[in-house]
């Protein structure tokens, strides 16, 4: 038995989930998220326990495979709408900087010309700094790809260490070529 597919995912206050026709549905305020169910998985919403329960119909590898992912991503619905998730961002590099325009994230990093991202609907993007992003959102799927989309506008470069990386990361400098003069 999946050791992650038998723990219960437990229900803040405040948190509404429930199962309607093949679809786990979890909503607080205006968070509102929905995960299909796959074939051979059941779950259960256990109100006076206020938990969620995951359970396989059979043992098959792809019923287990399936049993320990749903479980997964019932309690990222859940801590999604509670507390949310996000994704902070670092941008390196002389006169390199961002700043919102209205849902339009525009970024400065190099190119002749400023480029423009569109904020997705249910995306909450911030520029606390002009060198630093913080992407929040109730969907982690959808939070880290658009983190990555604006990484991928301008992505660490080896040499210098100039771009957009997340908060942290660590970026493998290579040495660059050296002059050696003629004999």
Same mark, same amino acid.
């Given at each position: =038995?999946?050791? #992650?597919? %038998?723990?219960?995912?437990?229900?803040?206050?405040?948190?509404?989930?429930?199962?309607?026709?093949?679809?786990?549905?979890?909503?607080? !305020?205006?968070?509102?998220?929905? @995960?299909?169910?796959? &074939?051979?998985?059941? $779950?259960?919403?256990?109100?006076? @326990?206020? @938990?969620?329960? +995951?359970?396989?119909?059979?043992?098959?590898?792809?019923? *287990?495979?399936?049993?320990?992912? =749903?479980?997964?991503?019932?309690?990222?619905? +859940?801590?999604?709408?509670?507390?949310?998730?996000?994704?902070?961002?670092?941008?390196?590099?002389?006169?390199?900087?961002?700043?919102?325009?209205?849902?339009?994230? +525009?970024?400065?990093?190099?190119?002749?010309?400023?480029?423009?991202?569109?904020?997705?609907? !249910?995306?909450?993007?911030?520029?606390?700094?002009?060198?630093?992003?913080?992407?929040? !959102? &109730?969907?982690?799927?959808?939070?880290?790809? +658009?983190?990555?989309?604006?990484?991928? #506008?301008?992505?660490?470069?080896?040499?210098?260490?100039?771009?957009?990386?997340?908060?942290?990361?660590? #970026? *493998?400098? %290579? $040495?660059?070529?050296?002059?050696?003069?003629? @004999?």
């Amino acid at each position: =038995m999946s050791r #992650i597919g %038998k723990k219960p995912v437990p229900i803040p206050d405040g948190v509404k989930v429930s199962v309607n026709g093949g679809v786990l549905v979890a909503e607080k !305020g205006k968070a509102h998220l929905e @995960q299909p169910i796959p &074939a051979g998985i059941r $779950v259960r919403v256990e109100e006076e @326990q206020k @938990q969620v329960v +995951v359970e396989r119909e059979t043992d098959s590898r792809q019923h *287990r495979a399936l049993h320990g992912l =749903m479980r997964a991503l019932a309690a990222n619905m +859940v801590k999604g709408v509670s507390e949310g998730f996000e994704k902070r961002l670092e941008i390196v590099g002389v006169g390199y900087n961002a700043k919102l325009q209205g849902k339009t994230l +525009v970024l400065q990093v190099g190119f002749t010309h400023p480029v423009n991202y569109p904020i997705p609907e !249910g995306i909450e993007i911030q520029v606390p700094e002009p060198t630093k992003i913080v992407v929040r !959102g &109730a969907d982690k799927q959808k939070v880290g790809q +658009v983190a990555a989309e604006i990484r991928r #506008i301008k992505p660490p470069e080896p040499y210098k260490g100039k771009g957009i990386r997340y908060e942290g990361e660590v #970026i *493998r400098r %290579k $040495v660059g070529k050296t002059f050696v003069s003629g @004999q």
